[in-house]
């Protein structure tokens, strides 16, 4: 008999995730099954789940789609000539593992070019249906299946399941921006938003030796953690109420504003407060607002005139993966992210979902049994 495996269906914005069974496939040459431990919802999840600009016409399929990215888990199965990950290190069933939810093709003019994030030909998750071969494409499901082109590592023992669950999405994509971004010593970083993506924004800007970290949020419990996580200083949402208010504040704090910003917050909104946060010859990172259709005013003569670079990031490498995997290993005794999920069992997918998205949890997470 085939075995199968629970996935949470997603049929578009507003309709409930329902839960359903799937045959756990057997993987081809080169590629893998995952047994997904657990799942967090990033804030992606939460922007396709309420179907935020040009998503609001995606995933209203007959037969749903099985949604979600950030995961860790264990080798379930390997498939023929599979038998190390991508470090090298030998792979057996049950390791655990952290992987690339998306893949690059490795042989694009991009991909050759060294900028496999935006590969011209990427496998991405979610696409195809959950009753075609290999049904499981994305994180929240029991099973995933790990392409042969998706990177994948092993996870070393010192970090958790909890940490390791946010290395593919939030943490690699960090880690891809930083190299993107050319942070230095003594540079005045500022981070829009303290979620997944701010949280280590901050904690990779005070390791590069970053000469101060301001990040600004409104929730209490994020504002802790990006203090605990590498902020200097932060700025509350809710005391610095319009966007001119929060650009003078930051720019009170860092002495003329940020030399590198990065806008994690998801809200297209904080794009033009944030360019007015860069500092003159600073440059502006775009990553939160990954969804077309959501379009904002930019005054280009303050951008000229300030000599602002203007850079937008999505997906990453390989190499950010294993960056990732290895400042963890380094720092996960002394990160509070730790122990900051709120967990849920996958049959509380909807729970999961509203709650992130009201605010009321840091971080929730399935914790698959
Ligand atoms: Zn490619
Ligand atoms: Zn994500």
Request: net charge negative.
């Amino acid at each position: 008999m085939t075995q199968t495996g629970r996935a949470a269906l997603f049929f578009g914005p507003g309709a409930k995730l329902e839960l359903a069974e799937l045959p756990v496939p057997e993987p081809e040459p080169g590629a893998l099954v995952m047994r997904v431990t657990r799942a967090n919802i990033c804030g992606s999840d939460v922007h396709i789940w309420r179907g935020d600009g040009a998503l609001a016409d995606r995933g209203r399929r007959e037969d749903g789609r099985v949604i979600g990215h950030e995961m860790t888990g264990v080798v379930h199965s390997l498939g023929p000539g599979v038998d190390r990950d991508w470090s090298g290190a030998p792979l057996r069933p049950g390791d655990r593992i952290v992987c690339q939810y998306f893949a690059p093709c490795g042989r694009c003019r991009l991909c050759l070019r060294g900028r496999a994030e935006a590969c011209l030909r990427q496998h991405r998750a979610f696409v195809g249906k959950p009753s075609e071969f290999p049904h499981f494409r994305g994180a929240f499901a029991d099973y995933f299946y790990v392409r042969p082109t998706m990177a994948v590592f092993k996870v070393p023992d010192e970090v958790g399941d909890v940490l390791a669950a946010g290395v593919n999405c939030a943490l690699a994509q960090m880690v891809m921006a930083f190299d993107r971004a050319q942070v230095s010593m003594g540079d005045r970083v500022v981070v829009q938003g303290a979620g997944g993506l701010g949280l280590y924004g901050a904690a990779l800007a005070r390791e590069c030796g970053a000469g101060q970290v301001v990040v600004i949020d409104g929730v209490d419990e994020r504002l802790a953690l990006a203090r605990q996580m590498g902020a200097d200083e932060t700025v509350d949402f809710r005391e610095f109420g319009s966007p001119e208010d929060r650009a003078a504040r930051v720019r009170e704090l860092t002495d003329g504003g940020g030399d590198v910003v990065f806008e994690l917050a998801g809200h297209p909104s904080a794009i033009p407060e944030g360019i007015r946060m860069t500092a003159r010859g600073g440059k502006y990172l775009e990553l939160g607002t990954f969804y077309e259709g959501t379009p904002v005013e930019v005054d280009p003569g303050y951008l000229v005139m300030n000599n602002i670079t203007l850079q937008a990031v999505s997906f990453y490498d390989a190499r950010s993966l294993a960056g990732a995997l290895a400042f963890l290993a380094r720092r996960a005794g002394d990160l509070p992210l730790a122990r900051a999920a709120a967990d849920y069992p996958l049959e509380a997918i909807n729970e999961a979902l509203a709650d992130q998205a009201a605010g009321k949890a840091a971080r929730a997470s399935l914790v698959m049994s």
